[in-house]
Every structure is written in C-alpha cells, then in structure tokens.
C-alpha cells in the first residue's frame, strides 16, 4: 500500500486486511466487504457490508478498501460513518426501513432521508460534490404498494437531490444500485472539494432523462464521471447494463447483455477520452465489478467479459438483482491516471 497517489483502491482477502499495520489502517478512508460481513476490528472505519455472494471463487469474502496517501480523520454525524483527508470525504449510511413502518412506501422515504442525510453532511463539512454513491438495497425488483422497490427508491433520491438545493440532472454523481438478498438499504459514497466532470454515452439516453414508463421519477446518476484531486484524476463508471436509447436489449440473453454492456463501457471511454485532462484510459486498466443475475450465467458472463477486457484486467463477479427484472449483467468500473500541473 505504498501510493504517490492521493487516493487509492485495493482488493484484499480478509487476512490481507486484518494484516495491515496500525500505520496503514490510519490511512484507509473505508471498506466494502462483500460475501462476508466485516469484522469487528473495524472500529470507527466506515464499512459497507453488500450482502451478496461472490461467484468465481472457492469461498471467502472479499474487501473493497479506499485508502488516502495522508492519514485520515474519522467522524460520524446523523447516523453516517464518514473519514476525511484534504481531497476526499468517504461515508457509509444503513437505514432500515422499519423506522418509516408508518409509511405507504417506506423505501422512498428512507432514500430520501438517507440522501437528505449525505448532502447534510457534505455541506456540513465542506466537501459539497458528491462523486459516485453505490446503493444496494433488498428486494429491488418486489412490488410493494403497487409501485416497484426500485422505482420507490429513485422517487426519495430525487426528491432528497432537490429539497437539499441540488440538481437532479446534468452534473449527477455517478452510482449503482443493486438488489442483495437481505439487510437494510445502505449507501456508501465518495465526496470531494472539486465539482466532478460528468460523462454521459452517445449509445443510451441519459438516465436523468428516461421516460416515465420506468418510473415516475427518473434514476438520479451520470454515466461516468471524472474527479480531480491534486495530481491525480479518477474515473468512476456508473453500473452499466444491456440498455440502448433507453430500452433493455437481449432479453433472456445474457451473451448478448454481456456484451451490449460492454459495448457501452468502452463508449463511456470513448466520451471519457475525449474529456480526460490525463493520459487515455484503456480497457484492459479497470478495476470492474460485474453484477450477474443468475448464478447459472456466471460461466457464460465471465468468458465473454474476459475475452473483452483480457484475462489480466481486475474483475469481481457478484451475484446481485439488477434494477430492471429483464436486466441479467450490470458492469461498474474505475480507474486511477496522474495528472500533471495541479
Ligand atoms: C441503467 O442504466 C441500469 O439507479 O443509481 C445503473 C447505474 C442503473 C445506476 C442507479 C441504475 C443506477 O439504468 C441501472
């Protein structure tokens, strides 16, 4: 974990995290364990737990670690587990929908509290852009009161962008949102000084912009952005899936998903290309996290994704819900170049 970079991610195995010395875990600004819930050493760290199991591999669970070149300060406000360096502000918040039992749809109103909640905090303290959210919550696709999980969901996280005084289009962080087996909605989120680039592909209609037939409130989120730091530029892209214009193509195929979603990452690096104050990013240099419906698509997933991306490139295969019930793969990715004269 030795970085010039003023933020880095890494992949550890469990032992490999419980292994880090007291100087490197002041440096580490969170984690997201997936497959296996954290363990209890964490303390004050922020950690996501995505309860969701990891296909690929014999066993175990896997930790998804963000970590600053500085050592970090923690603080926790309105629920939220948050560390902060100079740059960067990365949180963790898990509502449980009990406590809005009272309500028709429980899952729009914890969105839009937990959201109303980041932004608090973000302005609070003094890292006002929200750079790339990743959400999973139960039961995505399950209809409850004649409206979809997820289609609820996106209702409170718009209603949250525009009641705390932000847009809900154009200049959106980038973000997931999957469905887990369990537990309640939790968010983690990354924020920075600097207002990030958003990045939006040629192929689909901006998600800002679907039309109501997928809901009555549009998913709040960019394709892609970029976010600058001092001598560094990040690339997050957005969970991305077999969707063109703004209908799902392939239905029932997941060869053809695979490869139509991969056909979208490499335009969002096109678009990206043409934005990047770095070098070009390639396919080959992202770290990517494929989402696969059914575990039975696994082998079938995995070969076309590799064939794409080559078989050295960084993946992680996680069975999840995908957000529309005809999606079966949905692919996020992120990338680290330098930046000169900053
Ligand atoms: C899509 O393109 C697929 O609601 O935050 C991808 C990334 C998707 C983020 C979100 C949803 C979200 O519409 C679904």
Redesign the pocket.
Same mark, same amino acid.
């Given at each position: 974990m030795i970085e010039a970079m003023p933020v880095a991610h890494s992949r550890l195995s469990p032992p490999q995290l419980a292994g880090l010395s007291d100087a490197q875990r002041q440096r580490l600004l969170g984690v997201t364990c997936i497959g296996g819930p954290a363990e209890a050493w964490h303390g004050e760290l922020p950690v996501q737990n995505v309860a969701a199991p990891l296909l690929g591999r014999s066993a175990g669970a896997l930790n998804e670690v963000w970590y600053s070149a500085e050592s970090c300060r923690s603080g926790e406000f309105a629920g939220i587990r948050f560390r902060v360096d100079d740059n960067v502000l990365y949180g963790v918040l898990d509502v449980e929908e009990s406590a809005f039992r009272g309500s028709p749809l429980p899952l729009q109103h914890a969105a839009e509290d937990a959201y109303r909640r980041i932004f608090a905090l973000l302005d609070r303290e003094s890292y006002p852009h929200l750079w790339r959210?990743w +959400?999973y919550l139960a039961d995505i696709n399950a209809e409850r009161n004649g409206l979809e999980r997820?289609r609820q969901? +996106?209702i409170g996280?718009h209603d949250a962008f525009l009641a705390s005084g932000r847009l809900a289009r154009g200049n959106v962080p %980038? %973000? =997931?949102?999957l469905g887990t087996l369990r537990g309640p909605l939790t968010i983690a989120f990354m924020a920075g000084r600097t207002a990030p680039t958003p990045i939006e592909n040629p192929r689909?209609v901006s998600?800002y912009e679907?039309p109501a037939i997928?809901g009555p409130r549009s998913?709040?989120?960019s394709?892609a952005a970029f976010a600058q730091l001092p001598g560094q530029e990040l690339l997050f892209i957005?969970?991305?899936?077999s969707?063109v214009g703004h209908q799902t193509t392939h239905v029932g195929d997941v060869a053809g998903q695979a490869r139509e979603t991969l056909a979208n990452i490499a335009a969002l690096l096109e678009s990206a290309n043409g934005k990047t104050r770095s070098t070009p990013y390639a396919l080959a240099e992202l770290s990517l996290r494929a989402y696969i419906r059914r575990a039975e698509d696994y082998p079938c997933a995995q070969a076309i994704i590799e064939e794409q991306v080559g078989a050295d490139a960084s993946v992680v295969y996680v069975q999840a819900d995908? =957000?529309?019930s005809d999606?079966l793969v949905?692919i996020?990715a992120m990338a680290s170049h330098t930046m000169g004269n900053c």
């Open positions: 959210a +959400n997820y969901f +996106n996280r %980038a %973000a =997931c949102a689909q998600a679907y997928y998913p709040t989120f394709r957005s969970g991305t899936a969707i995908i =957000c529309r999606l949905e996020e």
